[in-house]
């Protein structure tokens, strides 16, 4: 697998929204801009073969995400486009603008942009580094089933469910990444992540600590960390991904 150079860069607008504001809290948010590169310090292409046959890609006919650290990114792009899907519609909904609050609207819009600026990352950052269209994930087709983007509740029930399955998700894959630049990547995408959790949490029950609640905080006060399997396992439970893939080399 080709390495992929991560550079954070700054936005030159000079009236930037707020990465978030809850409660008076306002993280700012980078760009990030992807460029192939190899080992080499003069920043040649890579050009040798991959020697890891655990690469994402199709096997027996349908995709499976792979292994090492192409299968955890990959995993990772199949969460976001669940998250990016999910706050799409959300946010497109004809009862957006009346079912929500100007708070909530204002949210759920930042949640929306942070999480398809998270999937075009790792597509962009996976076609890079693999190389070969075959070997990146398609677009996965949801299927919501009953739920009711016009109903307040069910929405950002929905969205907590999500968001905190995000955050143990990155927290239990990062100890299967071996690439430190990638790790730093996950490090600063999960700190969103629990952030978005947080602020829903905030939303359903202002004032609380449900932000901080036992369910996903553990006895050392840290977040939950779920193996990929678990989480896999959790999302098709659901049955909202109607797109069939496997997950044999992820732990």
């Known amino acids: ?3 992929v150079k991560v550079e954070e860069v700054k936005s030159n607008l000079t009236n930037r929204r707020s990465f978030l504001r809850i409660s008076g809290l306002a993280i700012a948010g980078t760009g990030l801009v992807i460029a192939g590169c190899s080992n080499d310090d003069d920043g040649g292409m890579m050009t040798d073969p ?4 655990q690469l994402p890609g199709v096997r027996n006919g349908v995709f499976d995400l792979g292994g090492g650290d192409a299968g ?3 995993y990772a ?11 799409t519609r959300v946010v497109n909904g004809n009862n957006f603008g009346s079912v929500f609050s100007s708070e909530e609207q204002s949210v759920l819009t930042d949640l929306y942009r942070h999480e398809v600026v ?3 990352f790792f597509r962009a950052a996976l076609a890079g580094a693999l190389n070969d269209p075959d070997r990146v994930l398609p677009d996965l087709d949801f299927d919501y089933g009953g739920l009711d983007f016009g109903n307040r509740l069910q929405v950002l029930n929905t969205a907590k469910t999500l968001e905190d399955t995000g955050v143990a998700a990155y927290n239990g ?4 990444i071996t690439t430190p630049d990638y790790l730093v990547i996950a490090g600063k995408i999960v700190s969103v992540e629990a952030r978005h959790a947080s602020a829903i949490r905030s939303l359903l029950n202002p004032g609380s600590a449900d932000f901080a609640g036992d369910d996903v905080i553990d006895a050392n006060g840290l977040d939950l960390a779920q193996m990929p399997s678990e989480i896999l396992a959790a999302v098709g439970s659901l049955g909202v991904v109607q797109t069939p893939f496997t997950a044999q080399f992820l732990p």
């Not at 792009?77 to 706050?87: C, I, S, W």
């Open 72 to 74: 955890i990114l990959t």
């Open 1 to 3: 697998m080709k390495k």
């Open 118 to 120: 998270h999937r075009e």
């Open 77 to 87: 792009y199949a969460l976001e486009q669940l998250e990016a899907d999910f706050y």
């Open 50 to 53: 991959p020697v890891d046959n």
């Open 173 to 176: 894959a990062g100890r299967y």
